[in-house]
């Protein structure tokens, strides 16, 4: 059996057992197998050995079980980067990407050079910004320990680790304001924002696998947006700017609440399904 029919087999496998997979997840699984990358997987040498194919049916055993490939591996690509994830941490998605890049131009365009993330997981999103501009430091707070390891992993594997400080608080703290203590040019958040009775509809690989704390917004899923624009007008510099990711079908909603708290909105952006995505808003 080659390597095209192995993967085939494992397709059919998890399809059987109602899990929607993909050549390219099993690829992963498999390069991951044998420490090789994908593009590397069609030249390896066959037969595997048994220990290789007793750990390839692990893998894909617990994929039947619904667990995301970037958690079996331990690692996803977003943006231009890969980035270390864990249980413990929202797995990053492309759909962040466009907010990634916009907060990128507008460092780059207007000289920015103090960044603050609310809810940093992974560290995907801040670790980004700071990688892709000179003279940048960040501020990235998250409300989960473990989570702020495995960015401190990240800020290490990026070579950022010198400019960013991860703090943990929550935003609902009353003296936040005072541990962070200092303004900021940019405030970028991609907050929790299902709607707590949703989380139940969820896709399993979501529903079990990313932290309920990453998912669950609040009522409805606008709790932390209300809480951080309050305190994003109160430490953004003059001309500063807030860029939020948003849920399908929230935007307008997120835009009346930034214009409630005194900041001024400016820009819709979509994302590659054409859903209204991240809101920006300035001081
Ligand atoms: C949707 S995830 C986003 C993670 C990452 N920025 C990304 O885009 O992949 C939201 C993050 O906010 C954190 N969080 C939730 N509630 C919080 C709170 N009250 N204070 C601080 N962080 C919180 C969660 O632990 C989680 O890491």
Not at 44 to 71: G, M, N, T, W
Not at 92 to 121: C, H, Q, Y
Request: glycine share 8%; net charge negative.
């Amino acid at each position: 059996m080659d390597i095209r029919q192995l993967i085939n087999e494992k397709l059919a496998f998890l399809r059987e057992k109602g899990v929607s997979s993909s050549r390219l997840e099993l690829k992963i699984l498999l390069a991951f197998v044998l420490k090789k990358t994908t593009d590397e997987l069609y030249l390896y040498k066959l037969p595997l050995s048994d220990a290789q194919i007793k750990e390839f049916d692990r893998l894909v055993a617990l994929r039947a079980e619904h667990y995301p490939v970037d958690k079996i591996v331990g690692r996803k690509g977003f943006y231009k980067y890969e980035f270390e994830v864990s249980k413990d941490v929202l797995s990053p998605r492309a759909d962040t990407e466009i907010m990634v890049e916009k907060a990128i131009n507008m460092i780059r365009e207007n000289n920015f050079n103090s960044i603050l993330e609310f809810g940093v997981g992974s560290g995907c999103i801040i670790l980004s910004l700071l990688a892709d501009t000179k003279n940048t430091i960040g501020v990235g707070i998250d409300i989960s320990s473990k989570a702020l390891q495995i960015a401190g992993n990240n800020a290490r594997l990026l070579d950022v680790k010198e400019r960013i400080n991860l703090l943990q608080a929550s935003w609902f703290d009353d003296n936040i304001l005072e541990k962070i203590g200092q303004d900021f040019d940019i405030i970028i958040s991609n907050p929790p924002y299902i709607p707590s009775g949703e989380i139940n509809t969820l896709e399993l690989e979501v529903k079990n696998f990313d932290p309920l704390t990453a998912l669950d917004g609040g009522k409805d899923g606008l709790r932390d947006y209300r809480r951080i624009c309050l305190l994003a007008n109160k430490i953004l510099k003059k001309g500063g700017i807030l860029l939020f990711e948003v849920g399908e079908g929230e935007a307008e909603r997120v835009k009346e609440i930034g214009e409630v708290n005194g900041l001024s909105y400016q820009e819709t952006l979509r994302d590659l399904n054409d859903i209204k995505r991240c809101i920006i808003f300035k001081k």
